[in-house]
């Protein structure tokens, strides 16, 4: 027969112990009401956790494919912007041209014009989004776009004089025949708007755009475009054969050579770039369906994962409101133990 040791100490440390474990208890269930998930993960679902952790894996990448697309909509907006822009000024210039091909209109204006517009040009395709130039493809950490006077001012210049024999300034410019300018804008001018006379003198862009992969199942697309595209090259030299080859003192008939041959250069930019534009409408409308199957994809792996690792919070708080009813009642017990002592039955 065994026998054991009756004491205060032996009395007090059952409800203590107890006690400690609803403490324990409360602190957990009061987590995972907190949460909506359960404190101890692998500890519920055991063998099942694997399949817990292949869910987080997946929503990961379905967070970091939306941040992606997110991006890329970012690039996309900001050129499509930049990209009207250019587009309002290309439409306008060339309604000038039109108006300026007949004899009455002022050669002074269209020069002005054409001169404000080509600075607008280039301010435009220098336009960053804060971390990269969206027309500088994959050379994005570089302005595409060199101001006139850093580089191509000289390039003109030393082209038309080395054709000509005088500067664009000159008032002799009014000598120029209309076959020798055809000539020089087909010939030493338009190789300065050609590889590699426009990487050399106006252009630090890449060929290559920015793009971006927009699900895991598609190829990469276009964000944006680049100041090298034709399109670009086109408007530019429009705008700067009618703004800086001295056209308001050509004589009438090389003018409307200049005046033809910007005409048709702009009328062709027009068009590249508009197309280029709807180019990157179809890539931001395939994103935004990708995002929709992301969505609808995240919000699936959600559900699983709460069915999986889920608490039932109203089921918890009734297990919380019973295991503090319980810390009470030992509160109490544990209090009035301790007032007891067996020296007072001694």
Do not use: H
Request: hydrophobic letters at 40%.
């Amino acid at each position: 027969m065994k026998s054991g040791f009756i004491s205060t100490l032996n009395w007090t440390t059952s409800s203590l112990k107890s006690m400690s474990r609803l403490q324990t208890e409360i602190a957990t269930t009061t987590a995972e009401i907190s949460s909506g998930r359960q404190a101890d993960v692998g500890l519920t679902l055991g063998v099942r956790t694997g399949q817990s952790v292949s869910l987080y894996a997946t929503k990961a990448s379905i967070d970091a494919q939306t941040q992606s697309n997110a991006f890329a909509s970012n690039i996309l907006s900001t050129s499509q912007t930049a990209l009207s822009q250019v587009l309002t000024s290309a439409n306008d210039f060339l309604s000038s041209l039109i108006t300026g091909s007949s004899s009455s209109s002022d050669p002074e204006t269209l020069v002005s014009e054409a001169d404000g517009a080509l600075s607008t040009l280039i301010d435009n395709l220098n336009t960053a989004d804060g971390q990269r130039y969206v027309f500088g493809g994959t050379n994005s950490s570089v302005a595409p776009m060199v101001a006139y006077e850093d580089g191509p001012e000289t390039a003109v210049i030393d082209a038309f004089t080395t054709a000509f024999g005088v500067d664009p300034s000159d008032s002799s410019v009014s000598a120029i025949s209309a076959d020798d300018m055809s000539d020089f804008l087909d010939g030493a001018f338009a190789d300065l708007f050609s590889d590699p006379g426009w990487g050399n003198t106006w252009s630090n862009a890449s060929d290559q755009a920015l793009t971006s992969q927009v699900s895991s199942s598609s190829s990469r697309l276009e964000i944006s475009t680049t100041a090298n595209t034709s399109g670009m090259r086109n408007l530019t030299m429009a705008l700067t054969m009618v703004a800086k080859l001295g056209t308001a003192n050509l004589s009438a008939e090389t003018r409307a050579v200049v005046i033809d041959k910007a005409t048709q250069l702009a009328g062709a930019s027009v068009a590249q770039i508009t197309t280029a534009s709807a180019n990157l409408g179809v890539t931001q409308t395939r994103i935004d369906s990708a995002n929709s199957v992301l969505s609808s994809a995240g919000s699936l792996v959600d559900t699983q994962i709460t069915n999986l690792e889920g608490v039932d919070t109203a089921e918890a708080k009734t297990k919380l409101d019973n295991l503090t009813t319980q810390l009470q009642m030992s509160y109490s017990t544990t209090a009035t133990l301790m007032q007891l002592s067996l020296l007072d039955y001694a």
